[in-house]
């Protein structure tokens, strides 16, 4: 007679591999340096987002729509850099800084007469700010990979 399958005592969550990499997770999103970034972009997306209206430039819908969206957008991806999925989520970085970039370059290719000295001054402020924060997201991605790498070797 054959003994039974022995069942796993443990989930995945409790592998050490996995409890290791959580760990590093929190210790990258718990610097300083991590804490400032992350918060800076959270402020960033939610001006962008509500910039037609701080601004003043509300009237001119289809910009309005264009930072309405792009700012909601790197606002989520904002909140996914301070999340638990740090390890996972840093190299959204990127799109986040192909929405900076896009916030540059929107006054100029979105439908209509938009460019106005405040919808330029506006997008082209946050827009950089935007793309600065995203590429220092990103940095600190690869450093923390970097010290990791250097950590197993």
Do not use: K
Not at 60 to 82: K, M, Q
């Amino acid at each position: 007679m054959a003994s039974p399958s022995p069942r796993p005592s443990s989930t995945i969550e409790d592998h050490p591999d996995i409890r290791a990499l959580q760990a590093r997770s929190e210790r990258a999103i718990a610097t300083p340096l991590a804490q400032a970034v992350q918060s800076l972009s959270l402020l960033a997306g939610l001006f962008l987002a509500a910039s037609p209206w701080i601004v003043g430039f509300s009237g001119l819908t289809t910009l309005t729509v264009t930072n309405l969206i792009a700012g909601i957008a790197f606002t989520l991806l904002t909140l996914g850099f301070g999340s638990a999925a740090y390890e996972r989520t840093h190299g959204m970085g990127w799109a986040a800084l192909g929405i900076g970039v896009w916030t540059i370059i929107a006054p100029w290719v979105v439908a209509g007469n938009v460019t106005t000295t405040r919808t330029m001054a506006s997008n082209v402020a946050v827009g950089a700010a935007c793309v600065c924060l995203a590429l220092a997201t990103a940095v600190l991605g690869m450093t923390g990979r970097r010290s990791r790498s250097r950590a197993r070797g």
